[in-house]
């Protein structure tokens, strides 16, 4: 009698189906020119030293990365997905910017003592379902900054409440329509995302989680991982963390 043939279900984050379809709702014209100002944020916050070398992790199509460079920082961004760095690369030569893209696992990459600082933004932490591979990462990011070096991390706090419901449409007025719910997950710890996608009379539902850190636990995370001081903030203007936050934002140091 044969065994049970079992099958491996590839996780969101892994699937390239997934992020082709959130892509362009994820990515539009709003977020591209928001970028501008998180960067302008997280220079000041952070104090980013001029020149300095910087790793974007999980950069998606370079919003960041692209912004940096042409700040005249030395930039290099890191995704798995291959459609999005081949957009980061159209968009940079199209500019003439300097900026490297690499395709890699953010669990993955390393560069010891490479960089002057680093940024994980758009609430890129937590996409795991094993709270150690989360570790794992930001001890890879402590072995690629150099001493001195200063890390960003942009995420959603512990306790987030999100609104029941948003729907939007492209600001060009093409027909992709976006209804996005958000509620926390049942074990209080995550938050479960609903997207239904529309466009040209198709719809596709994504469902996915994201696990949400407390202040002291994220504080707790980055020092397990090698970090010497971590300062919690409210926005990227430096509000103070404080119940009811919509964002966290954590500055860790080397």
């Given at each position: 009698m044969g065994g049970i043939r079992r099958t491996r279900t590839t996780p969101w984050h892994e699937s390239d189906r997934f992020w082709r379809i959130i892509g362009p709702a994820n990515f539009?014209?709003?977020?591209?020119e928001e970028a501008g100002r998180e960067v302008e944020g997280v220079v000041a916050?952070?104090?980013?030293?001029?020149?300095?070398?910087?790793?974007?992790?999980?950069?998606?199509?370079?919003r960041h990365s692209l912004e940096l460079a042409r700040r005249g920082f030395a930039v290099t961004g890191v995704d798995r997905t291959a459609a999005f760095l081949k957009e980061a690369r159209r968009r940079a030569a199209a500019e003439g910017v300097?900026?490297?893209?690499?395709?890699e696992d953010m669990r993955r990459f390393v560069r010891p003592?490479?960089?002057?600082?680093?940024?994980?933004?758009?609430?890129?932490?937590?996409?795991?379902?094993?709270?150690?591979?989360?570790l794992a990462v930001l001890r890879l990011v402590r072995r690629s900054l150099r001493k001195g070096?200063?890390?960003v991390v942009d995420t959603l706090p512990g306790g987030y409440v999100p609104e029941t419901?948003?729907?939007?449409?492209?600001?060009?007025?093409?027909?992709?329509?976006?209804?996005?719910?958000?509620?926390?997950?049942?074990?209080?710890?995550?938050?479960?995302?609903?997207?239904?996608?529309g466009r040209g009379g198709k719809i596709r539902t994504l469902r996915f989680s994201v696990r949400l850190y407390a202040g002291e636990e994220l504080t707790a995370l980055l020092s397990k991982?090698?970090?010497?001081?971590?300062?919690?903030?409210?926005d990227l203007e430096g509000a103070p963390l404080a119940p009811g936050a919509r964002r966290m934002i954590a500055v860790a140091r080397v």
């Open positions: 539009d014209d709003e977020r591209w916050l952070a104090g980013f030293a001029p020149g300095a070398s910087v790793l974007d992790l999980a950069c998606g199509p370079g300097a900026a490297e893209f690499v395709r003592r490479a960089f002057d600082a680093a940024i994980l933004m758009q609430f890129s932490l937590g996409y795991f379902e094993d709270p150690r591979q989360d070096g200063v890390f419901c948003g729907r939007w449409a492209r600001p060009d007025g093409s027909t992709l329509t976006v209804v996005e719910a958000l509620r926390p997950g049942r074990d209080g710890t995550s938050l479960e995302s609903l997207w239904e996608i991982a090698g970090f010497r001081s971590v300062d919690l903030y409210a």
